[in-house]
Structures are given as structure tokens and as C-alpha cells.
């Protein structure tokens, strides 16, 4: 079965071939020392999404506290300003937040039904997620095709793959999970529970609850209900992750600067205000590092950060965009219109930036764009990784750019500052912008040298993590996955050819015949065998894949192929984004009694050889 997809041709089969994370083409996987399931659940997970809603309520308490206190002092000019900064920033997230539970919710109320415990029948019900993309399915003796699958970028290419599930467990097909579609009521009841909570600005409290739930799921239920629930919890952990970053950078931050140019303006500081600059900062970093976890959570291919490298993150941020936010009061609580004139031409040059980089996050060129401007925004404030490769020349670019704007806003603070600023005060202000931009350097160093989850990153060893195995029958040798430094491990054809020239050389203990060193020297250039081999994967021989396709078979399951290349880190998978991809996903989960897999066309492809990632969660 294949379906559009954004020009991405989405295929569904039963696939009995054994493949490895590390064969060729896909030297960047890793293997995740994880359960079937994915990553177990546990209470450490559950305490900190506890205290996601705790800073996500405290954010927006304070904000409204601080705009009714405005109005009852008679401040209708700031209190104005407040509320607008709460209003508007959470109804743009709460109309996405909804839209996207009227895509999940209309499919899910209408596709459902047609998935039941037969093979064909789990095809059907992905033909049916799939064909919310625009492409035509079709079934015929449990055959199921599309056509028509624009290649991305505009180029037209009609793809047709036809396939037959078959279910590779034991079981009998009529086992399998059957999934019945929700009553009418039921729908109705959802709809209007879903409308009003977004009216009430509420939908990330509910997602955020949901969230808990799946984890729950997934903890308490057996291996195969945890494999749905875990699928489940790390789509809806992502959407949170994204509408909360989006609200975090349009609402939390201006409304610091905001509450910040206020207290300096007026040379007073109220503990409303106090309490609400602090809840908006505590809230921007926060959202950064969760943003960051959850990211890396997502992609098998990247090792999980732990809570102690989130809280360093977090803590990093929180320094970094203090000492911003507060350059910022300073300059403009003395150049309003300069002010803007610089946050403008900052966005501009930063969204430039950015584009020139040639980000690949969103699935459409104009989403793309949009992307790019939205991450602008957050470059004012804060450096955002977007682009895979190795950071540290941009990062040192970005801070080296941001300390200068420090200085000059403080700068020119300090020079033209009224007068009922006192030297003594002026001075502290200019010493904490100082300073909180030191500590905000000293937790970053501490991040990447000590708590990075791919090693320190300033060092040369390489990754702790090799994986030996055997793959098929008849003594056939496994293959062996080097984990590599973040600055090696986005090389995509990295292979070591030759020994360490630190190891010596044997010797005999008699005397050398002459010329015999010569002739070793001349046998070691030519013939020097590799310290780590890859060696061929069964699929590429037909002995090989005989041999293995029965043993493998009550192992492997349904597998989805996705037209697309995979985006590499820092972006988020296209199962992740595109959420016609999720539906097929979870639908197939549902039905199959085997995990799917999701394999991506590599970007390295051949003309006879296909070489595609895997994935298994």
C-alpha cells in the first residue's frame, strides 16, 4: 500500500528480511538499550510533567494577577499591554492545538471501523490514514495501491507498490486486536468536551493529563499494549513540546521584557511584578530543555538526555536569557522606538541566517518559511540548534554577537539613564547582566563537557557503546556498531580502514632474515586488514536470505517505507511531524500483534541498492 504523503510515498508490507541498524547507509543508527516497548515509564518521568503543569499554571496565574492589580491601580495603559501579552499568544496556540485534535480525532472517528484482527483488514485501515493525504487507495483481494506520489520539491513521479500483509506471529489472525469504532454520543461528547477546553484556553492541560495517562499505560500494561501506548505518548509528548515552545517565546518573553521595562521605568519594583518575571523566565527555560529531552526521545538514532544534563540545560538558559531580557529592559526603558527599530533588524538578520543555513524541519517549502521566521523570534532571546552538523562555530558566532548587543544596550543604559537613577544602583544592574551571563556560560560549558548525552563533547575518545551479535543461522557473524562522537556521527559513510598507529608491533625474538623487513612493510601497505568491518547483511545474498527468512519471521513484523529521506537531528522525524504518518502508525499498531517498523529512503541511494534507515520501538 502507498499513499502521498506531502510527496512522500508511504508503503506498508510484511518484510522477513533481517536488517541491522548498522549496514551500510545507516551508520548513524544506534541501539537503544531499551525494552520492546521503548523506554520504560517511570515516576521520575511522571514528577516531571507534574511540574511542566506547575510552571505552565504558575506562567499564567502570575501574568493574570499582574494585569488585574494593573487595572485596579489604575494603570489601564500597562494593564493593556499585559493582557494582551497572555490573550493573544494562548488563543494562537490553543486554535493549533485544535486543529490538530480535528485532524486526529475526524480520522481516528471514521478510519477506525475498518480495522479489525485480519491482515488485509489493518491494511485497509492504514490505506484509510493514508488516503487523508490526497492519494487514491484501492482494495482487491487484500491488495491495496495509490498512485500518483509527488516527489518533494515539485517534480512529479507516480509510484505504485502493491502489497499483501501477512502477519508473522503465531497467533491467528482473528487474534489480533480489534478496534471498534466510537459511538455517536461518544463523538458528540468529545467534540464539545475538546471545544470547551480550548475556549477555556485549556488544551494544554489536557494534553499534558493525557500524557500522563498513556505513561501510565504504558507502564502497567504487558509488552504489547506498551509498544501502542508508548507510539501514543511520545506523539502527544511532542505536540506539547511544540505548542508549549511556541507559546513560551510568544507570550512568556515579551512579557518579561514588558515587566521588566515597567519596574525600570518606574524605578519601583512590585512583588507582582517580581513574581511574574520570574515565573515567564523560569517558564522560557524550562521549555527549552523539556523541548530538547522530548527531541531526543523521539529519534533512536540520538542517546536520551538524562534529568540531570536537562536541569543543567535549564539552568544555562535561565541565565542567559535573564541577562538578556534584562539589556533589554534597560535599553528600552530609556530608547522606546530604538528599541524596536533593534528587536526588527535583530529578527531580520537572525531569520536570514537561518535560512541561508537551509533548515529541513517542515515537510512543505512555506511551512519551512514560516519555521525559519517563528525561530527568529527565539534567536532574539536565546540560541535554538536547527541544523544538524556540528554547532559549535555557530553557537560561538551567536554568543560572541549576543554579548556584544549586551554591551552596547547596557551601555547605553548607563549613559543616558535618568536622573533619578543613582550610580550605586546603575552599577549593581550593569554587575547582574554581567554576571548572569557568566553563570548562564559556566552551566553550558558544564552541559557539554560533563552531562552531553554523547560524551564531552571537548574530547577525543569515542562513544562507550559497541554492539556485538549474531545474525542468522549456520554461525553467520553479527555486525558491530560504533557509537561515535557527536562530531563524527554525523559523517555518513564514516569507515576505519586501519589500526591505531599507537598499538606496536609484535616481534619475534630471533634475529629479522634480511629483507624480510622490507617485504613485511610492503605486505602491511598493501594488505592491512580493517580493526572494525561491517560485514554484508543477509539481504544481500539469496543463500543467506533463505536461510534466515524462517527464523526471522516469527520476529519480524509489518513494515512502513517512507518515501522521503530521514531528517537528521535536530529535526524531528516525518512520523513525527506529518500526522497523516501517525494515524498509519498507530492504526497498524493497533492491528498487528508485532510492532511495526518504519524504514526512510536514505539520501545515499544507488541505482541497484536501496539503502534505508530502520527503525524499531
Known amino acids: 500500500m502507498a499513499a502521498k504523503s506531502d510527496g512522500a510515498a508511504v508503503s506498508v508490507e510484511d518484510d522477513n528480511t533481517p536488517r541491522s541498524l548498522s549496514e551500510p547507509g545507516n551508520p548513524t543508527a544506534r541501539p537503544r538499550c531499551t525494552a520492546a516497548g521503548g523506554k520504560p515509564y517511570t515516576l521520575l518521568d511522571c514528577c516531571w510533567v507534574l511540574c511542566a503543569l506547575l510552571v505552565f499554571f504558575s506562567d499564567g496565574a502570575t501574568d493574570l494577577w499582574l494585569a488585574a492589580d494593573y487595572y485596579l491601580r489604575g494603570d489601564h495603559w500597562w494593564f493593556g499591554l499585559t493582557l494582551v501579552f497572555v490573550v493573544v499568544p494562548s488563543a494562537v496556540v490553543q486554535v493549533l492545538s485544535f486543529r490538530w485534535f480535528v485532524y486526529d480525532y475526524s480520522d481516528l472517528s471514521s478510519g477506525d471501523g475498518a480495522a479489525s484482527g485480519s491482515g488485509s483488514s489493518a491494511a485497509a485501515a492504514a490505506a484509510g490514514a493514508a488516503g487523508a493525504a490526497g492519494g487514491s487507495a484501492t482494495l482487491a483481494d487484500s491488495t491495496l495501491s495509490t498512485k500518483d506520489s509527488d516527489q518533494r520539491g515539485g517534480s512529479a513521479a507516480a509510484l505504485n507498490a502493491n502489497v499483501t500483509p501477512v502477519y508473522t506471529s503465531s497467533a491467528p489472525p482473528a487474534t489480533a486486536a480489534r478496534t471498534v469504532p466510537p459511538q455517536r454520543c461518544c463523538t458528540v461528547c468529545m467534540w464539545v468536551f475538546q471545544t470547551v477546553l480550548h475556549v477555556l484556553q485549556l488544551g494544554q492541560v489536557w494534553r499534558y493529563i493525557h500524557a500522563l495517562y498513556l ?4 507502564r502497567w500494561h504487558s509488552n504489547g499494549p506498551r509498544r501502542h501506548f508508548h507510539w501514543r505518548l511520545m506523539f502527544e509528548s511532542a505536540d506539547i513540546t511544540m505548542l508549549r515552545l511556541l507559546e513560551a517565546f510568544l507570550k512568556s518573553a515579551p512579557q518579561l521584557v514588558l515587566q521588566l521595562s515597567i519596574m525600570i521605568h518606574g524605578n519601583t519594583v512590585l512583588p507582582l511584578q517580581g513574581l511574574s518575571a520570574s515565573a515567564s523566565l523560569v517558564s522560557l527555560a524550562w521549555m527549552i530543555a523539556s523541548y530538547q529531552k522530548v527531541l531526543r526521545d523521539s529519534r533512536d538514532d540520538k542517546l536520551p538526555m538524562s534529568y540531570k544534563a536537562v536541569i543543567a540545560q535549564m539552568l544555562w538558559h535561565f541565565f542567559t536569557i535573564g541577562a538578556r531580557t534584562v539589556a533589554f529592559a534597560l535599553f528600552a526603558s530609556v530608547f522606546q522606538l530604538y528599541f524596536g527599530i533593534f528587536i526588527v533588524s535583530h529578527w531580520c538578520v537572525m531569520t536570514f541566517w537561518i535560512i541561508q543555513g537551509e533548515t529541513d524541519f517542515c515537510m512543505s517549502k512555506w511551512e519551512e518559511i ?82 552531553h548525552p554523547d560524551g564531552p563533547v571537548l574530547g577525543s575518545q569515542w562513544g562507550g557503546c559497541v554492539d556485538e551479535g549474531v545474525v542468522g543461522a549456520g554461525g553467520v557473524a553479527g555486525v558491530i556498531d560504533a ?6 556521527g554525523s559523517q555518513t559513510d564514516m569507515v576505519i580502514t586501519s589500526p591505531p598507529r599507537t598499538l606496536p608491533r609484535t616481534k619475534d625474538t630471533g634475529e629479522p632474515v ?49 518515501d522521503l529521506p530521514r531528517k537528521r537531528y535536530p529535526a524531528w522525524d516525518a512520523h513525527f511531524i506529518d500526522r497523516r504518518l501517525r494515524k498509519t502508525i498507530l492504526l497498524l499498531e493497533t492491528t498487528s500483534a508485532v510492532s511495526p517498523r518504519i524504514q526512510y529512503r536514505s539520501s545515499m541511494m544507488g541505482s541497484k541498492e536501496v539503502l534505508e534507515y530502520e527503525t524499531t520501538v
Open 370 to 451: 514560516i519555521y525559519n521566521m517563528v525561530v527568529g523570534i527565539i534567536y532574539i532571546f536565546c540560541w535554538f540548534n536547527v541544523k544538524e552538523g556540528p554547532s559549535r562555530f555557530r553557537m560561538t558566532v551567536y554568543y560572541s554577537v549576543t554579548l556584544a548587543e549586551n554591551v552596547a544596550l547596557t551601555a547605553a543604559w548607563y549613559t543616558y539613564r535618568g536622573p533619578h537613577t543613582s550610580d550605586s544602583y546603575a552599577l549593581v544592574v550593569v554587575c547582574l547582566v554581567a554576571c548572569s551571563f557568566a553563570l548562564g556560560t559556566f552551566f553550558m560549558l558544564v552541559y557539554y563537557c560533563w552531562l
Open 483 to 488: 557509537c561515535l562522537t557527536p562530531s563524527q
Open 215 to 218: 505513561g501510565a499505560q504504558s
Open 514 to 562: 634480511p629483507g624480510e623487513r622490507e617485504r613485511d612493510k610492503e605486505r602491511d601497505k598493501d594488505s592491512c586488514l580493517p580493526v572494525f568491518q561491517v560485514r554484508p547483511s543477509p539481504s544481500s545474498s539469496p543463500a543467506l536470505l533463505h536461510r534466515t527468512s524462517s527464523s526471522s519471521r516469527a520476529q519480524e513484523g509489518p513494515v512502513i517505507r517512507i
